[in-house]
């Protein structure tokens, strides 16, 4: 029986008369909750870019689709995960999902390649920023292949820096081109965890802190190498379309002396 | 379920300066490829509808990026495939993906009962079973090609790699598909799939 194997044009043929019989559950309507998501978030699509430059309106427009989001969950309580995606800072995506996904709170990083700052320097589209406040990194990283490229400082513990468990470092700074790669940064978080908007040196953010969230990292099209790994607070905000990203058990307070020193 | 092109160009034209009529009557017409172009990633209906869903609505927000005079068809598909691989990876749900595929594969059809149906139906399952053991990329280009119908061109923009790659990218997933079937997977006796 084995002798016989199919060639790739027997092959093409069976999978296109399979194509033709294949069992897929029926299609949903998806074209009424799709009109009344745009519709409740009514952007016009064309002048979105535009907004994005601006704060002030990009506050408000956020404001609104969070009062929306949230009334749209109280009207429907069958409305499934993800009910809130926040497109808040460019670079990343924030929702909120209940329950969290469990995921073993220890997993690599992926920073990329460890380098000296110079190397890291010459391999990015932006200037790398090193908060004054922490001085020189212990360790640098760069990932080229992220758009723009991607820069990685890790500090390790020390007085008033704790481990955390998450990365096995002190802190975390990653720093990326988030206007290249507007959903580079996936962050799914719990209902125990704290999502707070927030200005970093007169730039919106999100401050996420309480229990771990959820982080994944998408580079490219369909090619896209996706990792995933819990995290523990973090600072994040966009200025001058660069996404800076401090990652630590630091206290708010803390985090946001780090940030000072930072664009 | 597929509008024409010049059908698609103007009611992507109307879309992008706000009409949200436009961009329903989009919805209804991909709605169903969206949704099984999901279903080929994730193999779980709810998981789909969701990345359909979301798909259609961040591709709405980012009409204002839409190259215009560019095919929806294959852009809408890039975004939904990513949505369908990002409800996938949130819900660690790769390993039961073939599993779900086949349960899927069994229940979906009132097969006849006689032994060349039943053959036919554990050929398919078979099969089934098989692509949804392949990597997202080989399964989705050959579900482009032989299930949906796409160009060559619509393909390449569909997975985001040059047009002259397309042809020996579909010949190595069906290498490897051949090679993930069981040594003794065959034509059934009528050399069709039956049914």
Redesign the interface.
């Known amino acids: 029986?084995?002798e016989?194997?199919?060639t790739?044009t027997?092959?093409?043929r069976?999978?296109?008369?399979?194509?033709t019989?294949?069992?897929?559950?029926p299609?949903?309507?998806?074209?009424l909750?799709?009109?009344r998501?745009?519709?409740a978030?009514?952007?016009?699509?064309?002048?979105?870019?535009a907004l994005w430059r601006d704060p002030r309106r990009l506050a408000l427009a956020a404001a609104v689709v969070l009062v929306l989001t949230g009334a749209a969950a109280l009207i429907n309580p069958t409305t499934?995960?993800?009910i809130a995606?926040f497109?808040h800072v460019r670079g990343v995506i924030v929702s909120r999902?209940s329950p969290l996904?469990s995921?073993s709170p220890v997993t690599p990083l992926n920073l990329g390649r460890r380098t000296t700052m110079a190397d890291a320097q010459s391999a990015v589209s932006f200037t790398i920023g090193v908060p004054t406040g922490l001085g020189a990194p212990d360790a640098v990283y760069v990932d080229n292949e992220v758009p723009g490229g991607e820069v990685a400082l890790a500090y390790t513990p020390r007085p008033g820096i704790p481990l955390v468990k998450q990365t096995g470092l002190g802190v975390l700074i990653t720093e990326f081109r988030g206007d290249l790669i507007p959903?580079f940064l996936?962050k799914?978080v719990g209902p125990s965890t704290t999502l707070q908007e927030t200005s970093v040196n007169g730039d919106p953010g999100w401050w996420i802190a309480g229990e771990p969230h959820?982080v994944?990292v998408?580079v490219?099209?369909?090619?896209?190498q996706?990792s995933?790994r819990m995290a523990a607070n973090t600072l994040i905000w966009e200025h001058a379309g660069v996404t800076y990203r401090i990652e630590s058990s630091l206290s708010r307070t803390d985090a946001f002396r780090i940030a000072a020193g930072l664009p | 379920m597929e509008g024409r092109p010049l059908d698609d160009l103007a009611l992507v034209e109307r879309?992008?300066?706000?009409d949200?009529n436009a961009?329903?009557a989009l919805?209804?017409q991909y709605?169903?490829l969206?949704?099984?172009v999901a279903?080929q990633v994730t193999g779980d209906?709810?998981d789909?509808?969701?990345a359909?869903?979301?798909a259609?609505?961040n591709a709405?927000?980012?009409?204002?990026?839409f190259r215009p005079g560019a095919p929806f068809k294959p852009w809408l598909c890039?975004i939904v495939?990513?949505e369908a691989?990002?409800r996938r990876?949130?819900?660690?749900r790769r390993t039961a993906l073939a599993d779900r595929a086949q349960r899927?594969?069994a229940?979906?059809?009132a097969a006849p009962s006689p032994e060349a149906a039943a053959e036919a139906d554990e050929?398919?399952a078979t099969?089934?079973e098989t692509l949804g053991r392949l990597r997202?990329?080989d399964r989705?280009i050959?579900?482009y090609r032989?299930?949906?119908d796409f160009s060559e061109a619509d393909m390449a923009e569909?997975?985001?790699?040059p047009k002259g790659t397309v042809k020996s990218r579909l010949?190595r997933a069906?290498?490897r598909?051949?090679d993930a079937?069981p040594?003794?997977?065959?034509?059934s006796s009528g050399g069709?799939?039956g049914?």
């Open positions: 029986m084995a016989s194997r199919l790739n027997e092959l093409e069976v999978l296109r008369e399979l194509g019989r294949y069992a897929y559950p299609t949903p309507n998806l074209a909750a799709v009109r998501r745009i519709v978030r009514p952007v016009v699509p064309v002048r979105r870019v499934r995960d993800a995606h497109f999902v996904p995921l959903g996936s799914e959820l994944f998408q490219g099209g369909t090619d896209q996706v995933l | 879309a992008r300066t706000g949200v961009y329903e919805v209804q709605q169903q969206a949704f099984r279903y209906a709810a789909a509808e969701d359909a869903q979301e259609f609505v709405y927000y980012a009409l204002g990026r890039r495939a990513n691989r990002n990876m949130a819900a660690h899927a594969q229940s979906g059809e050929f398919r099969l089934v997202d990329d989705l050959l579900a032989l299930f949906f569909a997975l985001r790699v010949s069906l290498t598909l051949r079937l040594a003794d997977f065959q034509l069709t799939i049914g």
